[in-house]
């Protein structure tokens, strides 16, 4: 079992910026591929971005790719999700999940995910 607490959600404005972290605990974070997601009422959950345990990564580039920047630390088991430049569509529920795939998207190929934290954009 892997076990993930996210932390860093709130409510900030338009053009504002958020830094969400994931921390993982129980079974070793060793080898495992990190994800966020991001689920708004009403809508089902997306994928935002993800890191391999080596570093890779892959963002949704329509909606996150150039304002979000992932990033880990395996030596602390952590994953983080930098969000800048925030826009009230990016308002939802955001998750981290573990999983074993490489750069996948889909909440399938996740095995793990934490409660997650809101983050909420106002105009």
């Known amino acids: 079992q892997v076990q993930l607490v996210e932390s860093g959600g709130g409510l900030v404005q338009a053009g504002g910026s958020l830094r969400l972290s994931c921390a993982a605990s129980?079974?070793?974070?060793?080898?495992?591929?990190m994800g966020w997601f991001r689920q708004a009422p009403g809508k089902e959950r997306e994928f935002v971005a993800t890191?391999?345990?080596?570093?890779?990564?892959?963002y949704d580039s329509d909606s996150v790719k150039g304002r979000f920047t992932i990033s880990r630390d395996n030596a602390a088991n952590t994953v983080y999700l930098q969000m800048n430049s925030l826009k009230p569509e990016d308002t939802a529920v955001y998750y981290c999940?573990?999983?074993?795939?490489?750069?996948?998207?889909?909440?399938?190929?996740?095995?793990?995910w934490g409660q997650g934290t809101q983050v909420t954009v106002s105009s």
């Open positions: 129980g079974r070793t974070f060793l080898g495992y591929s």
């Open positions: 890191i391999t345990w080596t570093g890779s990564i892959t």
């Open positions: 999940a573990a999983g074993r795939g490489y750069l996948v998207r889909s909440t399938a190929d996740y095995d793990y």
